[in-house]
T-cell receptor, first 108, second 119 residues
Framework: AQRVTQPEKLLSVFKGAPVELKCNYS??????LFWYVQYSRQRLQLLLR??SRESIKGFTADLNKGETSFHLKKPFAQEEDSAMYYC??????????FGQGTRLTINP | DVKVTQSSRYLVKRTGEKVFLECVQD?????MFWYRQDPGLGLRLIYF???????EKGDIPEGYSVSREKKERFSLILESASTNQTSMYLC??????????????????FGSGTRLTVV
């Protein structure tokens, strides 16, 4: 079975502090991992994919197959990072399985 | 600008009504999906479709059905709406695995959502 767990429903940090949103997955094969973000009153959008190894808006995420994790990190949080973040996994099928989501709040 | 368009932003329906939620995409995507989004539960897959006239159940299909008569349109139907179907409904589309450009990749493009309230 494919499963994605985001252990923190809410995360609050101060502006300029480091941010880490945790994501753990369960899948026996080689997964594709994604992070999606939903800003207030906007549609859900793709933030980054593990396959492209990119940094978007200062965020990075590394796939750790040994720990089955795909944590999202940013060294210095900004107020505009406040949003809902979802980790997602695609296994052998076409569909994505999403985690429960983490609401990130950046305090000034 | 590529788009997934959901026909209604807000809907209020009565218990027992038949409800249609429409989704249209203009990206020639093969795959289309319906999710519901609830606080603390994340996104849960209701139904999806890989091709015209093709559908597969997701994780929570009970009380729902779908229709895909054309590639660009995917409809979600609540046969007899109930209060526990009050939720945000999200439509998404994507290229099929192994097709499409690498840049668009296998990620989804989402619609802006329909907030359905059943009273």
């Amino acid at each position: 079975a494919q499963r994605v767990t985001q252990p923190e429903k809410l995360l609050s940090v101060f502006k300029g502090a480091p941010v880490e949103l945790k994501c753990n997955y369960s899948y026996s094969g080689s997964p594709e991992l994604f992070w999606y973000v939903q800003y207030s009153r906007q549609r859900l959008q793709l933030l980054l994919r593990h396959i492209s190894r990119e940094s978007i808006k200062g965020f990075t995420a590394d796939l750790n197959k040994g720990e089955t994790s795909f944590h999202l990190k940013k060294p210095f949080a900004q107020e505009e990072d406040s949003a809902m973040y979802y980790c997602a996994l695609r296994g052998g099928a076409q569909k994505l399985v999403f985690g429960q989501g983490t609401r990130l709040t950046i305090n000034p | 600008d590529v788009k997934v368009t959901q026909s209604s932003r807000y809907l209020v329906k009565r218990t027992g009504e038949k409800v249609f939620l429409e989704c249209v995409q203009d990206m020639d995507h093969e795959n289309m999906f319906w999710y519901r989004q609830d606080p603390g539960l994340g996104l849960r897959l209701i139904y999806f479709s890989y091709d015209v006239k093709m559908k597969e159940k997701g994780d929570i299909p009970e009380g729902y059905s779908v229709s895909r008569e054309k590639k660009e349109r995917f409809s979600l139907i609540l046969e007899s709406a109930s209060t526990n179907q009050t939720s945000m409904y999200l439509c998404a589309s994507s290229f099929a695995r192994g097709t499409g450009s690498f840049e668009t990749g296998y990620g989804y493009t989402f619609g802006s959502g329909t907030r359905l309230t059943v009273v």
